[in-house]
């Protein structure tokens, strides 16, 4: 039993961000149905860049090989201190730590009422984990972890990731990535791996089964699935497919919200081991970046790409991370880190930060929202 606090006060009125205008345009001009690869970086060997720029990193939590951490999520207290939240899917824990010093706050789990934590997202004051061996999306407040609902039984067979959009006051819409048994070749299987469903935060929480998508083609097939992401701004769902054997090279595959694939893959050919971990820097003119864990022991990197253009932007590695699962990235200030900052899952044993300062100096990108784009 960890010494730590167990988290067992009374659940707090929820905090919600307010319902952002949604703008569900085609994600590129004309919704084209013939796949186009974005243009690739040069070569790894080549010297420029692509596999040399190293950042530093600030910090490190607590370094533990048996959690497995996986997925990483942020969230601001309502006292501004920044947190984040981890899931140690080994371990059937969820680690919060702070996200200025690294120090551990909590850990939640110990009683063995999670099975499997992968995939982590925040809304407002709610923390919604996927639980892979259980099938299902558990929901818990904070700072206390709650608990305050589930859903997905019924629909989810081996949960792995998910992302979560605000469609009206107290109702969101999440898309959850489900790696089902079945062979991954079998394309006509592969409508099932992003499965969407209705949250409607009432008391009691619950959901309705909205419906599932995934290409039955090869263009866009997604084959083994875990991160997902989305961009309001500009319409767009981006999930990691990991597969390494087929027609189609590892990539981030580019969806609407209305399910069907944009014809885009990003970053195809340019994996040098798995696509994992996407996060978007979120500026409110719309501009910012991607960013996309290249899991590999030995290769580890981070690419970076434009939010609008989705063209390659850099690449860079840290100091001593690798082997990167979950990444998370807040946009918004702290006190350490006054441009927002890059969480990353390293070796499933710690999570290490990246001061966004250092990342944009290294590849000479915007270092907050309010910084000149400058072609960038």
Same mark, same amino acid.
């Given at each position: ?88 899917? $080994? ?80 109702e969101l819409e999440a898309f959850v990535t489900d790696s089902y048994v079945g062979a991954p070749t079998a394309l $006509? ?82 994996? $040098? ?21 290249? $899991? ?27 082997d990167s699962d979950g990444i998370a990235l807040r946009s918004d200030s702290s006190e350490r880190f006054p441009d ?37």
């Amino acid at each position: 039993m960890s010494s730590l606090p167990e988290y067992a006060a009374p659940m707090p009125r929820f905090r919600f961000p307010p319902v952002a205008t949604m703008v569900l345009c085609c994600a590129l001009a004309a919704c084209a149905t013939t796949t186009s690869t974005l243009p690739e970086p040069p070569s790894a060997e080549s010297g420029d860049g692509f596999a040399t720029t190293l950042v530093p990193e600030s910090f490190s939590t607590p370094r533990d090989a048996a959690l497995a951490l996986d997925s990483i999520a942020s969230w601001v207290s309502p006292e501004g201190q920044p947190w984040i939240v981890a899931s140690a899917k $080994q371990a059937n824990l969820l680690l919060a730590f702070d996200g200025d010093s690294g120090a551990e706050l909590a850990r939640v789990g110990a009683d063995a009422s999670l099975a499997g934590p992968n995939g982590v997202a925040v809304f407002g004051d709610l923390l919604f984990v996927v639980e892979r061996d259980a099938g299902r999306v558990s929901v818990f407040s904070l700072p206390d972890f709650a608990s305050v609902g589930q859903f997905g039984q019924e629909w989810l067979f081996q949960p792995y990731g998910l992302w979560l959009r605000e469609t009206a006051p107290l109702e969101l819409e999440a898309f959850v990535t489900d790696s089902y048994v079945g062979a991954p070749t079998a394309l $006509q299987h592969n409508d099932q791996r992003v499965k969407r469903f209705r949250v409607l935060l009432d008391d009691p929480l619950h959901a309705e089964f909205l419906g599932h998508f995934g290409s039955t083609g090869i263009e866009g097939a997604l084959r083994q699935v875990e991160s997902i992401a989305g961009d309001e701004e500009h319409g767009r769902i981006v999930v990691a497919d990991e597969w390494r054997k087929g027609e189609s090279p590892p990539a981030l595959r580019v969806y609407g919200f209305d399910g069907e694939y944009r014809g885009v893959d990003i970053g195809a050919g340019m994996f $040098q081991g798995e696509p994992e971990g996407i996060a978007l820097y979120d500026c409110p003119d719309g501009s910012g970046y991607w960013i996309a864990a290249d $899991q590999h022991k030995r290769k580890n990197r981070f690419h970076v790409f434009a939010r609008q253009s989705l063209e390659w932007l850099g690449s860079f590695g840290g100091a001593s991370v690798g082997d990167s699962d979950g990444i998370a990235l807040r946009s918004d200030s702290s006190e350490r880190f006054p441009d927002g900052a890059l969480y990353v899952a390293d070796a499933g044993e710690a999570v290490v930060a990246f001061d966004w300062r250092n990342v944009a100096d290294a590849l000479g990108l915007r270092s907050g929202c309010a910084a000149p784009v400058e072609g960038r």
